[in-house]
């Protein structure tokens, strides 16, 4: 079974950068593909991206161009970096994978963008 954990969430200024990582267990983890979500204050949970196991990368428009997915399959990582962060980018960061037995999320990171 696929076990998800992310780390990486920090404060930083806005136009910063920084890279979440998303440390997967389990042998399966390098044919999943791993997708990344957020979820804001009062909001929703939103789909940022996706990595398919082959190494398609498919990005909201939100994030396109700021925002870049990879994986590591000899870490058995998945890699969110960002730039030019925003404030509006601020929230909790998860990553995700569907098994067998079903959806898979992680713990989360907190994100902060501001001054």
């Known amino acids: 079974q696929v076990q998800l954990a992310e780390s990486g969430g920090d404060l930083v200024q806005p136009g910063g950068s920084l890279r979440l990582s998303c440390a997967g267990s389990?042998?399966?983890?390098?044919?999943?593909?791993i997708g990344w979500y957020r979820q804001a204050p009062g909001k929703q949970r939103e789909w940022i991206g996706r990595i398919t196991s082959d190494n398609l990368v498919y990005y909201d428009d939100s994030v396109r161009g700021r925002f870049t997915i990879a994986r590591d399959n000899a870490k058995s990582t998945v890699y969110l970096q960002m730039n030019s962060l925003k404030p509006e980018d601020t929230a909790v960061y998860y990553c995700?994978?569907?098994?067998?037995?079903?959806?898979?999320w992680g713990q989360g990171t907190q994100v902060t963008v501001s001054s």
């Open positions: 995700h994978a569907l098994t067998g037995l079903g959806q898979v």
């Open positions: 389990g042998a399966a983890f390098r044919f999943k593909t």
